[in-house]
């Protein structure tokens, strides 16, 4: 077994690690074939990060002979007992499965922190970048998901210009001429190694695609909505109808996106446009989004506990409304129990669903103005699809009220 240490290049396209650097290592393996049982392993390689010399490098285990393969096993896991954090590609279906089977066949014993990253099965600790990648096929139009094609449409190049398959014949080429002519060979191992050299090197130009995951998630992996990453909003109105909304991103994309997701029912409201639109741009984002000046109504979800009043045309709660009139009043219906604000409205991309949210009488009471807890909050018609955001008075700089309105839209940009 050999094992050769060399340092990887600082990537073209940089990412924000939501993990600590020094905690992350990545992962890719060479074999002659699929099955563990009836192929062998002749590479592993391991990249991580050196935080004194704030460097990535990269540790591979080379089988020089048929007979490493046990020792190769061994040490590389006494090495990534080290990290908590695995990234790799494809991974999850390959890497690892073939690694864990290897060792049940030289009966060698796993730690039990690499445990924790070779079995885990919720994305926390083991990073597949493929699935990841995949899930963002139809939002950044990739024809394919292969570690080829992304790195095409990344527009990056490899040095290597063979496939794993091709390998698997330069390494058998490899071991016959190992010893009868030793500089050849030299050249072969040169070879082998550079495939997995760089694919472990755009394992990490691969990450940058990461940050359209987290800006297009719904759940607390969006920096864009944590406060560890402040971020500052700015929001203009080029005209009476349109907003535009500027805000920074906690790490650059690597490409320029553009996308457009359209409104439900649209065409009952006389909104500029259908659709709401975003531009990623380095490390800004911009939303063009149409705007609504009028009245809409909340409708109160229990509304049992509501009379309507025909005269005023709104409901009250029956613990006031006992007072008024019984010929001005009526047990309020479904859709009749609301109240009305009139102001400049933010249409949602969801559909109506059940309400949630601040409750009707702090609404009534005029409290908790910028309204921040309070998505798809109102709407035109009981029956409306399209629901509304009421925009606050501070809305050019309301990081807080711009952070709830982020957190419902954008993963309905995600298409696919």
């Known amino acids: 077994m050999k094992k050769i240490i060399t340092d990887i290049p600082a990537p073209i396209y940089s990412y924000l690690f939501p993990e600590p650097k020094e905690d992350i ?19 592993i390689g391991l990249m991580y990060f050196e935080g004194k010399k704030k460097k990535w490098s990269l540790c591979q285990w080379f089988a020089d002979n048929y007979h490493s393969e046990k020792e190769m096993l061994q040490d590389f896991l006494s090495d990534l007992s080290s990290y908590r954090y695995l990234y790799h590609f494809n991974g999850k279906t390959f890497d690892i499965p073939y690694l864990m089977k290897k ?5 060698v014993s796993i730690p039990e ?74 050249k072969l191992e040169q070879v082998l190694l550079l495939h997995n050299h760089d694919d472990i090197a755009m394992m990490l130009e691969l990450c940058s695609i990461l940050t359209y995951d987290e800006y297009f998630s719904d759940t607390c992996r969006n920096r864009l909505l944590s406060d ?78 509501y009379y309507y009043l025909p005269e005023e045309d709104t409901a009250m709660h029956k613990s006031v409304g006992q007072f008024v009139d019984k010929t001005q009043r009526r047990q309020a219906t479904a859709s009749t129990c609301y109240l009305k604000k009139t102001g400049v409205f933010l249409p949602s991309l969801s559909k109506k669903k059940k309400k949630t949210g601040i409750s009707p009488e702090k609404i009534s009471a005029g409290q908790n103005q910028t309204e921040e807890a309070l998505p798809e909050l109102f709407t035109k018609d009981y029956k409306d699809s399209l629901t509304f955001y009421r925009l606050p008075k501070d809305f050019q700089t309301n990081a807080a009220f711009w952070r709830t309105y982020l957190s419902s839209q954008l993963p309905l940009f995600r298409q696919g």
């Open 25 to 43: 290592a990545f992962l890719d393996i060479e074999t002659t074939g699929l099955s563990a049982n009836a192929s062998s392993l002749y590479l």
């Open 103 to 107: 060792c049940t066949r030289h009966a």
């Open 228 to 305: 560890r990453y402040p971020q500052t909003f700015n929001a203009v109105m080029p005209d009476d109808h349109t907003l535009q909304l500027d805000f920074s991103l906690p790490s650059m994309v690597p490409k320029e996106l553009f996308l457009t997701a359209c409104y439900p029912d649209a065409d009952r409201y006389p909104l500029s446009q259908p659709n709401a639109q975003i531009t990623l741009k380095n490390t800004t984002a911009t939303l063009l989004l149409p705007i609504y000046h009028g009245t809409l109504k909340y409708f109160i979800p229990n509304y049992k506990e």
């Open 113 to 186: 922190s690499c445990k924790t990253l070779l079995s885990d099965t919720t994305g926390c600790f083991s990073i597949d970048l493929l699935s990841k990648i995949r899930s963002l096929r139809h939002t950044l139009l990739l024809e394919k998901c292969n570690q080829t094609s992304v790195e095409r449409w990344l527009d990056l190049k490899r040095t290597d210009i063979f496939s794993g398959k091709d390998l698997i014949s330069v390494y058998s080429e490899y071991m016959q001429k190992k010893l009868l002519e030793p500089e050849n060979a030299s």
